[in-house]
């Protein structure tokens, strides 16, 4: 019954910025690590950041670190994907997943909702 419901996509001009949200239910909220993904046209799904229960541990793909910020509201069940200096490159459709950090390492469970679609264009 985990469910994940993506929101705050939408058209942006290079260099804007989006807040992305993610409505989790169904799940102890903060006994999970949290993430965001995203899949560009025709490209594999790409991980882009990810972020411990206790937002101690927070990790960002090479690609978006120092643009992109993750956080989560473990009262509202809810984490964040604040996104910034958006290029083209960033147009994907963007989801959030349930997982666990291991060792320093995230494992995702794929446990993502339709997405929130980001498309940044002049």
């Known amino acids: 019954q985990v469910q994940l419901v993506e929101s705050g996509g939408g058209l942006v001009q290079p260099g804007g910025s989006l807040r992305l949200s993610c409505a989790a239910s169904?799940?102890?909220?903060?006994?999970?690590?949290m993430s965001w993904d995203r899949q560009a046209p025709g490209k594999e799904r790409e991980f882009v950041a990810a972020?411990?229960?206790?937002?101690?541990?927070?990790v960002y793909a090479d690609s978006v670190k120092g643009r992109f910020t993750i956080s989560r509201d473990n009262a509202k069940k809810t984490t964040y994907l604040q996104i910034n200096k958006l290029t083209p490159e960033d147009t994907a459709v963007y989801y959030c997943?349930?997982?666990?950090?291991?060792?320093?390492?995230?494992?995702?469970?794929?446990?993502w909702g339709q997405g929130t679609q980001v498309t940044v264009s002049s």
């Open positions: 997943n349930r997982g666990r950090f291991i060792n320093g390492d995230y494992e995702a469970q794929n446990s």
């Open positions: 169904g799940f102890t909220f903060s006994n999970y690590a």
């Open positions: 972020i411990s229960w206790g937002s101690i541990n927070v």
